[in-house]
């Protein structure tokens, strides 16, 4: 079985402030990880994905994620924080090597950025 | 861009009604999900599909619910009879022919039953 923790239901920081919002997760085999955004009534919009390689990865909009196999994380992170990155963040884990692809997401984190 | 389209966007119905909800996926996308995502939480799969089959349908309460993908393309997700526990946003994804591939989500459907 596979799974997803996002340990803080929100996260507030101050317009132009680095942010964090964290992940971690637990699935046999190899993993690859997503992270999405969703606005109100909205569907979920891709930011980044990790494969293999390197553990930093850039996604849409400024924001990166860190791969960390022994600590089984992988933070969002963005250096500067915008207002209207507000919205609701979903992590997710999917295993490569089997043919059932669909993602297991976690609760979600409700990133809150003040002017 | 390409996009997974969805309709309706909103649907308010009765206990014990029926009710459909239509998915088209990208252009040349083979695989097909079917989520639901009840308010605070994320995503839950319904159904897989690997062009007109089901691959994965396990959480899929099949008293109930049905799905399919007749020509491989476009789905269709019922619910027949609505319970109140089905309100929630049902999500359609679709993705390309690797596993790691991304997968791409539509707008939604929110359902509301009363």
């Known amino acids: 079985a596979q799974s997803v923790a996002q340990p803080e239901d929100q996260v507030n920081v101050a317009e132009g402030n680095p942010l964090t919002v964290k992940c971690t997760y637990s699935?046999?085999?190899?993993?690859?990880l997503f992270w999405y955004v969703q606005y109100p009534n909205r569907g979920l919009q891709f930011l980044l994905k990790?494969?293999?390689?390197?553990?930093l990865v850039k996604g849409s909009y400024g924001f990166e994620a860190e791969f960390n196999k022994s600590q089984t994380s992988f933070h969002l992170k963005k250096p500067s924080a915008l207002v209207s990155d507000s919205a609701l963040y979903f992590c997710?884990?999917?295993?490569?090597?089997?043919?059932?692809?669909?993602?297991?997401f976690g609760s979600g984190t409700r990133l809150q950025v003040q002017p | 861009e390409a996009e997974v389209a969805q309709s309706p966007r909103y649907k308010i119905t009765e206990k014990s009604q029926a009710v459909a909800f239509w998915c088209d996926p990208i252009s040349g996308h083979a695989t097909l999900y079917w989520y639901r995502q009840i308010l605070g939480q994320g995503p839950e799969l319904l159904v897989q599909?690997?062009?007109?089959?089901?691959?994965?349908d396990s959480q899929l309460p099949k008293d109930r619910f049905s799905a399919e993908r007749l020509k491989g393309v476009d789905s269709t997700l019922k619910i027949q009879p609505a319970e109140l526990g089905d309100s929630a946003m049902y999500l359609c994804a679709s993705t390309g022919g690797e596993a790691t591939d991304t997968q791409y989500f539509g707008p939604g459907t929110r359902l509301t039953v009363l």
């Open positions: 699935v046999s085999g190899n993993p690859y």
């Open positions: 990790y494969i293999t390689g390197d553990n």
């Open positions: 997710a884990v999917g295993r490569k090597d089997t043919g059932r692809r669909a993602l297991t």
């Open positions: 599909f690997q062009d007109e089959s089901v691959v994965d």
